[in-house]
């Protein structure tokens, strides 16, 4: 799978609470952030959503 970039602007106090807590659980900023991804909910699709699944595009 192809990584890419995010981008984010945080506050400096954030950022360094952010950098603490990445090192007291050796872990790094980025893993941080992808644990907390994964953990999300995945999106469900409702039968009355009015967004076409990619399947379901004419074309």
Known sequence: MAKKGLNLR???RRLNKLRLYASSKEKTMT???ED???RLPSPEVDDSS???LPNQLNG
Do not use: A, F, M, N
Request: hydrophobic fraction near 40%.
């Open 10 to 12: 945080i506050s400096e």
């Open 31 to 33: 893993q941080l952030i």
């Open 36 to 38: 907390w991804i994964d």
């Open 50 to 52: 009015t967004t076409p």
